[in-house]
């Protein structure tokens, strides 16, 4: 937000400098981004873009002076015709010492040429012989010497000014033309020189969204007396009751809703003072009216509308308007200022009468009652909206606005009677209309005024600060609280334009930060932790997802960490076009960011394959991993199940080519089976299995669950063909696992045994044998194992084969063995009869026989 520093003095005295008001500023939280200087000198030691001698450097500087004696306020005595040129004039000018002839091309001129000497001289920035001005016709701000030179046979040396050349605008296709009360020959910078903070509003200071707001801020920080806003009104007009009405469907949606009403105005461009401050505000001036509404909005912080009344009453059939605040029906649209016809959702309210729509609420008035210049009635609206409502608006129209801007951002509904107050008055200055008596105000639901209650030493243990309950009154008292002490126990309420206080120990914390905003953040002591440090209780399923990033990491793989917001249309791109599986339904959000990412998602996996997408032309070898929520109905509470899971991906060649030579072929399921086992391994995990399945995202045939103790608790495979179409994926198989991480967690033991390293040498032995081919590897294994007891401290397949040599639906199955002994080396003896008893029950539990 941009403040100009002579508006902000309207309603505080200031007598710090420009830059430590900068300073002092940012470290309350309003933190000023620029400072921009309009016409007064730049501080000491700067220079355009980079601050100077001044205590926050941080600040960014820019702006270009006025020298004080060349560059005046001069006044136009007479336009006369250039001898040689249709568009150029030559004007009689007084700078406050003598008269001078100045040659322009304003056009803003012409109306005034040939008419002899002016009723009243016309007021302009006058740059004398010698002055540094910006070049107008040349790109940036390039400065420029006047000189003495002839345009057209006629001498010219010095010139009236357009905002361009003096640095206030890009505007120069006329000179100013200033009030009628600037003095002829006073210094210009004197009249007009300012400054501009340009201030970064967040969110938790959205009351400061205007110079009053920041004005506030200003006497609090500098215990300074505030001038709040003049809302008296001349009202010469008749009463406004009969005239219209109010009719609000929703208050949780309209809370307040005000008009005022100023008959007989007269449409013409504002004082140029005003126009001079919507423009340093970065606010474009239009007409007296319109930039009464803009003006008091940037000045109160309530954003208003103006309607005009005519059209009204004629869409009412000539009778009193009824204003009605209501969703938007199905299929309605609503032609804005902006010309753009707009298909309204059924969550946006709008502003109608009995006609239709007339605006949409707090965003963007309608075309079609707009001010023209022959408006001569207003009916100005003031309104609360409910914030959350505006934001969703604003993003589904995509139609940003300074009101939406305020709105989006909560604004309190005692404003809106402020606010109208102000403009009716502003609009009457500027308009010579007449203002009816009174408002009409419908207020429905007023918001609740919390009240926080906090004692002396909990300013002590928040903020590490000792102050007495005066000390902590007085400062919120500055800040407008009502205060009330009970010996150590002080009770406080917002003043009535604040929405951002909260009750309870949230109320608690808000106005801790008030405390120590005003206090003065740099003031607080660095101090040690004084309360007695709580127990220390270990966070089991966290250290143990850390611990399993930590091993995938050390495995080879990359973590991402991917949006937890999509869309069902996103979403179900990771299921095959065959699949029949109906998915639960998915959690909306009433506040999207976007279309596309409107719901929680369901499964991590499309977010997996979405960043595996965006990287894979970059990068042909992937190994991805993910630790994060899905979102799932829950039977037992209106809020999701947020379940944990663990999903993996691999892609490309088992390695990089290199210099040493390197593995390069394609990683095929094996590999990342290869990575569970791993992982499992690494957390002490006992009697995993893998069993064929079927999923609608993996490859049929290329597929299996994964079983801890009978209990499925995940799946892995290669990606399904028909999946891999939905995306811009590699050739190379896509493997992905997807697990979930509380079974894992209540899997891992909590005391695992640990071997000293063997003394005694192994024996080594291989076994290959025949079992039936749908027979799972893992059941020979777990045979095997039980057989072969603590001695066979090993068990490894390195070999599968099919064919005629072990028969037709037969495979052979080939076992490294090892054996060991901790306090002895064994026998060959000892060994057979371990390997007797393994062939044994090989034989009677699945019908092996050794391979010949």
Request: some cysteine; hydrophobic content about 40%.
């Given at each position: 937000?941009k403040?100009?520093?002579?508006?902000?003095?309207?309603?505080?005295?200031?007598?710090?400098?420009?830059e430590e008001l900068a300073y002092?500023?940012?470290?309350?939280?309003?933190?000023?981004e620029?400072?921009?200087y309009?016409?007064?000198?730049?501080?000491?030691?700067?220079?355009?873009?980079?601050?100077?001698?001044?205590?926050?450097?941080?600040?960014?500087?820019s702006g270009?002076?006025?020298?004080r004696e060349?560059?005046?306020?001069?006044?136009v005595?007479?336009?006369m015709?250039h001898?040689?040129?249709?568009r150029?004039?030559?004007?009689?000018?007084d700078?406050?010492?003598?008269e001078?002839?100045?040659l322009?091309g304003?056009?803003?001129?012409y109306?005034?040429?040939?008419?002899?000497?002016?009723e009243k001289?016309?007021?302009?920035?006058y740059?004398?012989?010698g002055?540094?001005?910006?070049d107008?016709?040349?790109?940036?701000n390039?400065?420029?010497k006047?000189k003495?030179?002839?345009?057209?046979g006629?001498?010219?040396?010095?010139m009236?000014?357009?905002?361009?050349?003096l640095?206030?605008?890009?505007e120069?296709?006329?000179?100013i033309i200033l009030?009628?009360d600037?003095?002829?020959?006073?210094?210009?910078?004197?009249?007009?020189g300012d400054?501009?903070?340009?201030?970064?509003?967040?969110p938790?200071?959205?009351?400061a969204?205007s110079?009053?707001?920041?004005?506030r801020?200003?006497?609090a920080?500098?215990?300074?007396a505030?001038?709040?806003p003049?809302?008296?009104v001349?009202t010469?007009?008749s009463?406004i009751?009969?005239?219209?009405?109010i009719e609000?469907?929703?208050?949780?949606?309209?809370?307040r809703?005000?008009?005022?009403l100023i008959e007989?105005i007269?449409?013409k461009?504002?004082?140029?003072?005003?126009?001079?401050?919507?423009?340093?505000?970065?606010?474009?001036?239009?007409d007296?009216?319109?930039d009464?509404?803009?003006?008091?909005?940037?000045e109160?912080g309530?954003?208003?509308?103006a309607?005009d009344?005519d059209?009204?009453v004629?869409?009412a059939?000539?009778?009193?308007?009824?204003i009605i605040?209501?969703?938007?029906k199905a299929?309605e649209?609503?032609?804005?200022?902006d010309?753009?016809?707009?298909?309204?959702d059924d969550?946006t309210v709008?502003?109608?009468?009995t006609?239709?729509?007339l605006?949409?609420?707090?965003?963007?008035g309608g075309?079609?009652?707009?001010?023209?210049?022959?408006?001569?009635?207003?009916l100005?609206?003031?309104?609360?909206?409910?914030?959350?409502?505006?934001?969703r608006t604003?993003?589904?129209q995509?139609?940003?606005s300074?009101a939406a801007y305020?709105?989006?951002?909560?604004?309190?509904?005692?404003?809106?009677?402020?606010?109208v107050l102000?403009?009716l008055?502003?609009?009457?200055?500027?308009?010579?209309g007449?203002?009816?008596?009174?408002?009409i105000?419908?207020?429905?639901l007023?918001?609740?005024?919390?009240?926080?209650?906090?004692?002396?030493?909990?300013?002590?243990?928040?903020?590490?600060?000792?102050?007495?309950p005066d000390d902590v009154?007085?400062?919120?008292?500055?800040l407008?609280?009502?205060?009330t002490?009970?010996?150590?126990?002080?009770?406080?309420?917002p003043?009535?334009y604040r929405?951002d206080?909260?009750n309870?120990?949230?109320?608690?914390a808000?106005?801790?930060?008030?405390?120590a905003?005003?206090?003065?953040?740099?003031?607080i002591?660095?101090t040690?932790?004084?309360?007695e440090i709580?127990?220390?209780?270990?966070n089991r399923?966290?250290?143990?997802?850390?611990?399993?990033?930590?091993?995938?990491?050390?495995?080879?793989l990359q973590?991402v960490?991917?949006?937890r917001?999509t869309?069902?249309?996103?979403?179900?791109?990771r299921?095959s076009?065959e699949?029949s599986?109906?998915e639960?339904?998915?959690f909306t959000?009433a506040?999207?960011i976007?279309?596309?990412?409107?719901v929680l998602?369901?499964s991590?996996?499309t977010s997996?394959?979405?960043?595996i997408?965006?990287?894979s032309?970059?990068?042909?070898?992937?190994?991805l991993?993910?630790?994060?929520?899905?979102?799932l109905?829950?039977?037992?509470?209106?809020?999701?199940n947020?379940?944990?899971?663990?999903?993996i991906?691999?892609?490309?060649?088992?390695?990089?080519?290199n210099?040493?030579?390197a593995d390069?072929t394609?990683?095929?399921?094996?590999?990342?089976?290869?990575?569970?086992?791993s992982?499992?391994?690494?957390l002490?995990?006992?009697d995993v299995?893998?069993?064929?399945?079927?999923?609608?995202t993996f490859?049929?045939?290329?597929?299996?669950?994964?079983m801890i103790d009978?209990?499925r608790?995940?799946?892995?495979?290669?990606?399904h063909?028909?999946?891999k179409?939905?995306?811009?994926?590699?050739?190379?198989?896509l493997?992905m696992?997807?697990?979930?991480?509380?079974?894992?967690?209540?899997?891992?033991?909590s005391?695992f045994?640990?071997?000293?390293?063997?003394?005694?040498?192994?024996i080594?032995?291989?076994?290959?044998?025949?079992?039936d081919?749908?027979i799972?590897a893992?059941?020979?294994?777990?045979?095997?194992?039980?057989?072969?007891?603590?001695?066979?401290?090993?068990?490894?397949?390195?070999?599968?084969?099919?064919?005629?040599?072990?028969?037709?639906?037969?495979?052979?199955l080939?076992?490294?063995?090892?054996?060991?002994?901790?306090?002895?080396?064994?026998?060959?003896k000892?060994?057979?009869?371990i390997?007797?008893?393994?062939?044994?029950?090989?034989?009677?539990?699945?019908g092996?026989?050794?391979r010949?």
């Amino acid at each position: 937000m941009k403040v100009p520093l002579s508006w902000l003095k309207e309603f505080v005295d200031i007598t710090l400098s420009i830059e430590e008001l900068a300073y002092r500023l940012t470290v309350a939280g309003l933190e000023v981004e620029e400072i921009r200087y309009v016409g007064l000198p730049l501080p000491i030691g700067s220079t355009e873009g980079r601050s100077g001698n001044q205590p926050h450097p941080e600040t960014k500087v820019s702006g270009f002076a006025w020298e004080r004696e060349k560059i005046v306020v001069g006044g136009v005595l007479e336009v006369m015709p250039h001898p040689n040129a249709d568009r150029l004039v030559l004007c009689r000018l007084d700078d406050g010492k003598q008269e001078h002839v100045v040659l322009t091309g304003a056009p803003n001129l012409y109306p005034y040429k040939g008419k002899g000497l002016l009723e009243k001289p016309l007021k302009v920035a006058y740059a004398k012989e010698g002055a540094t001005i910006i070049d107008a016709y040349k790109p940036g701000n390039r400065t420029t010497k006047l000189k003495r030179k002839k345009i057209r046979g006629v001498e010219s040396y010095s010139m009236a000014c357009s905002e361009k050349e003096l640095g206030i605008s890009d505007e120069h296709e006329g000179i100013i033309i200033l009030d009628d009360d600037a003095p002829i020959g006073m210094p210009l910078v004197d009249y007009l020189g300012d400054a501009v903070f340009d201030i970064a509003i967040t969110p938790n200071i959205a009351r400061a969204a205007s110079i009053i707001g920041v004005a506030r801020e200003v006497a609090a920080l500098t215990d300074t007396a505030l001038r709040p806003p003049n809302l008296d009104v001349l009202t010469e007009g008749s009463d406004i009751r009969g005239k219209a009405n109010i009719e609000i469907t929703e208050p949780d949606l309209n809370p307040r809703f005000v008009l005022g009403l100023i008959e007989d105005i007269g449409i013409k461009p504002s004082p140029y003072r005003i126009q001079y401050r919507l423009k340093l505000a970065g606010m474009r001036p239009i007409d007296n009216i319109v930039d009464a509404t803009n003006y008091t909005m940037l000045e109160i912080g309530e954003p208003l509308h103006a309607f005009d009344y005519d059209v009204l009453v004629k869409r009412a059939g000539g009778k009193a308007p009824t204003i009605i605040t209501r969703r938007a029906k199905a299929g309605e649209r609503l032609t804005t200022l902006d010309e753009v016809e707009r298909q309204l959702d059924d969550f946006t309210v709008l502003v109608c009468d009995t006609a239709g729509p007339l605006s949409i609420a707090g965003v963007m008035g309608g075309l079609e009652s707009e001010v023209v210049d022959q408006t001569q009635n207003i009916l100005l609206e003031g309104a609360a909206w409910n914030f959350i409502n505006i934001r969703r608006t604003v993003t589904a129209q995509r139609l940003p606005s300074e009101a939406a801007y305020r709105f989006e951002r909560g604004v309190h509904p005692a404003l809106a009677s402020q606010g109208v107050l102000r403009c009716l008055e502003l609009m009457r200055q500027w308009s010579g209309g007449k203002v009816a008596k009174g408002l009409i105000d419908n207020y429905p639901l007023p918001p609740d005024d919390p009240i926080v209650t906090f004692s002396t030493s909990q300013v002590k243990q928040w903020l590490g600060i000792e102050l007495a309950p005066d000390d902590v009154a007085n400062i919120l008292k500055k800040l407008e609280f009502d205060v009330t002490i009970t010996g150590d126990e002080l009770s406080v309420s917002p003043p009535p334009y604040r929405l951002d206080i909260n009750n309870g120990i949230v109320g608690v914390a808000d106005v801790m930060e008030e405390i120590a905003r005003i206090y003065g953040y740099d003031k607080i002591p660095e101090t040690r932790i004084a309360d007695e440090i709580p127990p220390q209780r270990g966070n089991r399923p966290l250290e143990i997802e850390e611990k399993i990033r930590d091993i995938l990491v050390g495995l080879g793989l990359q973590e991402v960490i991917t949006h937890r917001l999509t869309s069902p249309e996103r979403e179900g791109r990771r299921l095959s076009p065959e699949s029949s599986i109906e998915e639960p339904p998915y959690f909306t959000l009433a506040n999207p960011i976007s279309s596309d990412r409107n719901v929680l998602r369901h499964s991590i996996l499309t977010s997996m394959l979405e960043t595996i997408e965006r990287n894979s032309n970059i990068r042909h070898r992937l190994g991805l991993f993910e630790i994060g929520p899905v979102f799932l109905p829950s039977n037992e509470s209106p809020l999701p199940n947020e379940v944990q899971k663990i999903v993996i991906s691999i892609t490309g060649p088992r390695a990089l080519p290199n210099w040493q030579g390197a593995d390069t072929t394609l990683m095929d399921f094996y590999d990342l089976k290869g990575i569970i086992d791993s992982l499992f391994e690494s957390l002490h995990i006992q009697d995993v299995q893998y069993k064929p399945t079927e999923h609608p995202t993996f490859h049929p045939g290329k597929c299996a669950s994964v079983m801890i103790d009978d209990r499925r608790i995940g799946t892995i495979g290669e990606l399904h063909p028909l999946v891999k179409q939905n995306f811009d994926l590699p050739e190379p198989p896509l493997l992905m696992a997807e697990l979930d991480l509380l079974p894992i967690t209540n899997a891992i033991p909590s005391l695992f045994t640990v071997q000293p390293i063997p003394t005694q040498p192994p024996i080594l032995e291989d076994l290959a044998i025949v079992v039936d081919i749908n027979i799972p590897a893992k059941e020979v294994e777990t045979v095997i194992k039980k057989a072969g007891g603590r001695t066979l401290t090993d068990v490894k397949l390195f070999d599968l084969y099919l064919g005629e040599q072990v028969g037709e639906g037969k495979k052979s199955l080939a076992y490294s063995l090892t054996y060991q002994a901790a306090d002895r080396t064994l026998t060959d003896k000892e060994v057979a009869k371990i390997r007797n008893k393994i062939v044994r029950n090989l034989g009677r539990e699945l019908g092996a026989k050794l391979r010949d």
